[in-house]
């Protein structure tokens, strides 16, 4: 079985990630592989009732393309389990901006998946845009991806982690000094 990063631990993924056949179809409904499923957010809005009515909701997930309107889910929130954001390139950042809309902008509360070409280097700017699970690339060490959770102390800027910047953190810590 494959293994995650969730809430930065190691667990076990019993989600199957479904995606397009070379052509650009989806599979049947009735062909998804068993268990729990994410499927793409395109053949979700297709078959959105037969996928409920097969599986339940607690068994189906949905993962946005990078080009991806993230409002366009928000009426789901409830219906699905987990929202997935596909990075199929490491160089392409566009999901960063997915994450911090639906975590920020859209209050998704819901786990929130980055999946594709996920490596090291990015699962802290991951975390601090709102992403709590990371399916990281089957050619990495995913232990050697946890220690991207310690390798900085302290970040400057406000983000959906940590909403303050560091002066006004600094600025808030100093007046109640002072005060007390």
Known sequence: ???IIK??????????????AED???????ALPA?????PFALWKA???ALVA??????????????????DVVADFDTVALIAVDFPVFRDGRGYSIGRLLRERYGYKGELRAIGDVLRDQVTFMFRCGFD??????????????????DFTVQYQG?????????????AAATDKASA
């Open 1 to 3: 079985m494959a293994l």
């Open 7 to 20: 809430n930065r631990t190691i667990v076990n993924d019993d989600w199957t990630v479904v995606r397009a």
């Open 159 to 171: 983000a959906v982690d940590q909403p303050s910047p560091l002066f006004r953190r600094r600025g």
């Open 35 to 39: 268990g729990k499923v994410i499927v």
């Open 54 to 71: 097969s599986r339940g909701a607690a068994e189906i997930g949905v993962w946005l393309e990078p080009d991806a309107e993230p409002a």
């Open 133 to 150: 699970a990371y399916a990281v690339r089957a050619d990495r060490d995913i232990n050697d991806a946890l220690k991207a959770f310690d």
């Open 47 to 49: 078959e959105r009732d």
């Open 24 to 30: 650009g179809t989806f599979p049947d409904v009735a």
